[in-house]
């Protein structure tokens, strides 16, 4: 009987080796944690006198970021109705009464609004001075370095950097970071006491900026319904929220009653009137925010 329970034990510590070795012998299967969906992020910031609106468009995602030009002015939403896009912001600045842009557009490759074309701005006896910095300003581009999308911020004179294409751009203004150029843009001439965008008032702004790691951000800051007229930002804070979003690069889009962002179905507009209701104002160009 004792052999028997001795040839058991035996047998058991025979087959929990023999378990044992074959489990550790079984190559495991790590579980890899995947990268993070590479996907545009919306979220608002409290400001003292406004709240903005914020998109972040990932760098080397499945987003481009491109200009698109309208024949006759359309809202927003009828510019996301159009292309389909994901979100849109108004961009660059135009001439309410012919409707004909006073902003630089360039599309794939194609120069599409030519402010030298705009007889209302080249005609005006008040601008005729300013006409070199206005035909230099500011413009939000997208390159094609290779099979690399890049996107940057330059003046309208500037060229392209090496081994990159320039596609789309569109004009506006002043540059907001890495410095306030409203001077040399033509917005403001201090001996002439000239500030075409009331710099230094409170008002409803967009602005479009670039991260050092290429994502691009979209900016609509709107005055608050409960004090219309002393609501919004100047262009200086707003050249300084623009840092505390990572920014590096940035510029000024067409604000004041065409400030407008459209995202997944909801639009926010940034004028408010007296009464406290949203202006809805329909806009010349506008940024596309698309699936590639």
């Keep these: 009987m004792r052999k028997i329970k001795l040839l058991s034990l035996i047998l058991i510590s025979l087959a929990m080796v023999l378990w044992f070795n074959l489990r550790s012998s079984t190559p495991s299967i790590s579980t890899v944690a995947s990268p993070p969906l590479k996907t545009i ?8 006198q406004s709240i903005a609106h914020i998109l972040l468009i990932p760098a080397n995602s499945k987003f481009l970021v491109t200009p698109a030009l309208s024949q006759k002015v359309a809202t ?25 842009s006073t902003s630089y557009i360039i599309l794939q490759g194609k120069l599409v609004a030519d402010p030298k074309q705009n ?40 060229s392209p950097p090496a081994a990159c294409k320039l596609v789309d751009a569109v004009g506006a203004g002043p540059r907001l970071l890495p410095e306030l150029t409203s001077v040399q843009e033509g917005f403001v001439d201090n001996v002439n006491k000239r500030d075409a965008l009331g710099s230094n008032q409170p008002n409803a702004r967009t602005a479009v900026g670039i991260t050092r790691d290429g994502s691009v951000v979209l900016v609509m800051v709107a005055q608050k319904s409960s004090a219309p007229a002393n609501s919004g930002v100047s262009l200086p804070a707003l050249a300084d929220f623009m840092k505390t979003l990572g ?6 889009l067409d604000g004041g009653s065409s400030s407008s962002l459209y995202y997944k179905g909801k639009t926010f507009y940034g004028k408010v009137d007296l009464e406290g209701n949203s202006i809805k104002r329909p806009v010349k160009s506008v940024l596309l925010v698309q699936e590639n």
């Design 76 to 100: 927003v939403e009828e510019f996301a109705q159009k292309y389909r896009a994901v979100a849109i912001l108004n961009a660059g600045f135009f001439d309410p009464v012919n409707q004909k």
């Design 247 to 252: 920014v590096n690069k940035a510029m000024n």
């Design 119 to 158: 007889e209302r701005l080249v005609n005006n006896p008040n601008l005729k001075s300013y006409l070199s910095q206005i035909f230099n300003r500011t413009e939000f581009r997208r390159y094609l370095c290779g099979q690399t999308v890049r996107y940057d911020i330059a003046l309208h004179s500037q």
């Design 41 to 48: 992020r919306y979220f608002e910031r409290t400001l003292p």
